[in-house]
């Protein structure tokens, strides 16, 4: 929510759980010493893009979707200018950066919207390795295509790998003649004023026992899924030799959809989850939640390899194929073997050392109680939602447990700006998967300043209210 709340609200806009306006531009970081700086130019914009035979007229960073990646190394300085070319307020939120609070890129609690016309610039240092993407945080915008890669590199990580490949998952809506904004009105639409009766339960959407293990699927159906942008008929190919070892860097960029991810004739071995390096772990299959990301290493065999991603609990894939010779493509409904097999869920990853947040007992808890329904469609935590909810308050230097409990018939991808936070195996992630009627407690330690929004990335459920604050004392 660009801005949330009525007239009256916008009255006392420093009350607790408001948004307010009149951000001070932030101040302007020199490098230090020795440190580099990354410059890069963004355009946010109208455009139509080629999908693969299917062209959509849509938003975009540039011409692309994905847009650039931005690609930096740990410790530099990024300076990144947004020339807005929408029609309309956007901003852009770097997803996963453990960033200063006043370039996390959102209106109404770090900076004022970017306005239609004008242009932003983003400067911080991005401290932490790892795979990361970038997207507004405006609306449901990101539906619209507007999302890209960032990687930021390890000076210290020796690289054993041949080739890199960027693998961008997205549910597609646009060019359907029906924007991601209309189908959020539509399902808001029968919402009305009546008060939810329910408790929170899903009544509206109970399916008994679910769909396994994440419960009832996403809200929204999607005409295309797609890999880098394309659909599975004219897919994405990375090119490369038999041997060679390329390391996949998985981000779900999608709105709405859990994805399973198998690469045909290869087992995937894990080595970081939301940029964090894990115990390498090896399977045929993994699920990644909206915004999450797995970066895995794969020694390729002599063929042509689709890499399919299947929506959880809806028709429909995405693939992009990996050639090592010059074989015939698999058709666009190849279902590789391995999403048959034991699927790897985040969770059941442990944390390379390295990366293990220590042990110490919790200073605060902090309940973050998700409910929410289809019909009204309305979400919310701690029993409002956002714009009416209390923002958790933290001291800074806590240990702050948050007590995560989904009340509702869906999974939930709950994600932290501004920090990471640990499960209970010390697993560090900055997005993670809630199921259905169970609980989760995380951990994180208060080491970034500021007001820092939390909610399920989800958009459609973000943007009906599933959010809250994180807000230093
Ligand atoms: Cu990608 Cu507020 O999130
Ligand atoms: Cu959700």
Known sequence: LAVVGTGALAACSNAPGTTRTNFAAPARLRPLAGQRVVQHQLTAKATSLDLGGTTVDTWAFGDTAPGPLIRATAGDLLRIRVDNQLPTDTSVHWHGIALRNIADGVPGLTQDPIAAGSSYLYEFTAPDPGTYFYHPHVGVQLDRGLYAPLVIDDPHEPGNYDLEW???????????????DDVLADLTAASGDSSDSMGGMDMGHMSMGGNPPFGDAGDVTYPHYLINGRVPTAPDTLCAKPGQRVRLRIINSGSDT????????????????????????ETGALYIGMGERYDATVTLGDGVFPLVAVPYGKEGQAMALLRTSSGAAPAATVHPAELDGPILEGAELLPAE?????????????????????????????????GKNDP??????????????????????????GHTFALPSGLRKDTVLVKPMSALAVDLQADNPGNWMTHCHNIYHAEAGMMISLNYR
């Not at 960027?166 to 991601?180: E, K, M, Q, S």
């Not at 947040?357 to 935590?381: F, T």
């Open 392 to 417: 958790l308050l933290v001291n800074g230097g806590d240990r702050v447990r948050l007590q995560m409990m989904n009340m509702t018939q869906m999974t939930h991808p709950m994600h932290i700006h």
């Open 354 to 386: 390295a990366s293990r947040l220590s042990s110490r007992e919790p200073d605060s808890n902090q309940m973050v109680h998700l409910s929410g329904q289809m019909m009204p469609y309305r979400w919310a935590i701690n029993g409002a939602p956002y």
């Open 166 to 180: 960027v693998v961008v998952l997205d549910d597609w809506i646009d060019g359907t003649g029906r924007t991601p």
């Open 258 to 281: 859990i994805f399973t991810v198998a690469l045909g004739g290869h087992r995937l071995t894990v080595t970081h989850t939301d940029g964090f390096p894990v115990q390498p772990h």
